[in-house]
């Protein structure tokens, strides 16, 4: 079935460095991929999404890459703060959503 | 405007019992997901409808687990015979369209504890 991987699964970075999450899918069908952040006992919200006929995208300080591909996207955060502190998770699919396991960013003052 | 709304917000039952899990969308929004979520891990999808109709169902994960509905608005997830390993948190989402890519909006989520 459909599989998202997602990698590291624990990040620490000192306040104002840059964090990469980076996730693979299997689904060759997929054409739209989110990143949620969730906050311990939050809803996720969606910071950012990228569709498949974009390569990349930016929003301030957030941005994803996409390789169809290689079936692989990434998030990149810069001059992060520890207001970023959160789970972050990225998802792919159409229509159905499949998620990746999450990434646990820890940004140290 | 209102977000997703879940009822409850905790629910507590014995193991064997049935148990109802109620999700009110966004108004206007087409399409209703539902998600479940353990600790430490990522939502797993269960069930997405389009309308009134389940557009796909393969996340269910046994005949125990149903959801409806009806009127294309408000979703019911249903649970029979519940077992200690349904305890999770159910999630619900949201979106305008669901075949276009539209974000998906979560609710607050009802956190299943079965005993």
């Known amino acids: 079935g459909e599989n998202v991987e997602q990698h590291p699964s624990t990040l620490s970075v000192q306040e104002g460095d840059s964090a990469v999450i980076k996730c693979t899918y299997s689904d060759s069908a997929s054409n739209y991929f989110p990143w949620y952040k969730q906050e311990l006992g939050k809803r996720p919200q969606l910071i950012i999404d990228i569709r498949s006929n974009v390569g990349e995208k930016k929003d301030q300080r957030i941005a994803v890459t996409l390789n169809k591909t290689a079936k692989h996207f990434s998030l990149h955060i810069t001059e992060t703060q520890p207001e970023d502190s959160a789970v972050y998770f990225c998802a792919a699919g159409g229509g159905k959503l499949i998620f990746g396991q999450g990434t646990e960013l820890s940004v140290k003052p | 405007g209102a977000g997703v709304s879940q009822t409850p917000s905790n629910k507590v039952t014995e193991k064997g019992k049935y148990v109802e899990l109620r999700c009110d969308p966004i108004s206007g929004h087409t399409a209703l997901y539902w998600y479940r979520q353990s600790l430490g891990q990522g939502p797993e999808f269960l069930i997405y409808?389009?309308?009134?109709?389940?557009?796909?169902d393969s996340g269910l994960p046994n005949d125990r687990f149903f959801a409806v509905r009806p009127e294309g608005s408000v979703s019911t997830l249903k649970i029979q015979r519940t077992e200690r390993g349904d305890s999770a948190v159910y999630l619900c989402a949201s979106s305008l369209m669901g075949q276009d890519n539209s974000p998906l909006h979560f609710g607050n989520g009802t956190r299943l504890t079965v005993t």
């Open positions: 409808f389009q309308g009134t109709g389940a557009a796909d």
